[in-house]
């Protein structure tokens, strides 16, 4: 069972997130080929640049086996507990500098566990 089930509302998603990863022995590029994402994307959610919206809590989900209300759930206490204003100002940013259109989704191509060669050949790895 994630430690983030146990976890106080203080705390971001992300550093819930970075216990897990400890937790499980994975490091940021492990955990960004369970997510099918860019490691670029996985270290915006680490750094709490990221809203948790119900697409990026599935992937969340998925990946820690877990619900994806749990991660809604943490993401909302935090919001409403701890930096409103943060919450707020990650929105806003996140409005005004959406993702590539590439990336819309979060994922990448995997095959055979790393990111598809045209990913790595434009150096987005």
């Not at 750094?47 to 759930?73: K, Q, R, V, Y």
């Amino acid at each position: 069972m994630p430690k983030a089930e146990t976890a106080p509302a203080n705390q971001t998603v992300g550093e819930y997130i970075w216990e897990e990863l400890e937790a499980r022995g994975w490091t940021i590029a492990e955990f960004a080929i369970q997510l099918r994402w860019p490691v670029t994307e996985v270290t915006k959610l680490l750094d709490g640049l990221l809203p948790i919206t119900e697409a990026i809590a599935t992937d969340l989900a998925t990946a820690f086996g877990t619900s994806t209300g749990l991660w809604l759930n943490l993401y909302n206490m935090y919001c409403l507990v701890a930096d409103k204003a943060h919450c707020r100002a990650v929105r806003d940013w996140r409005e005004k500098n959406p993702p590539l259109p590439q990336f819309k989704d979060h994922r990448v191509e995997i095959t055979d566990g790393v990111p598809s060669e045209d990913y790595v050949r434009e150096g987005r790895e």
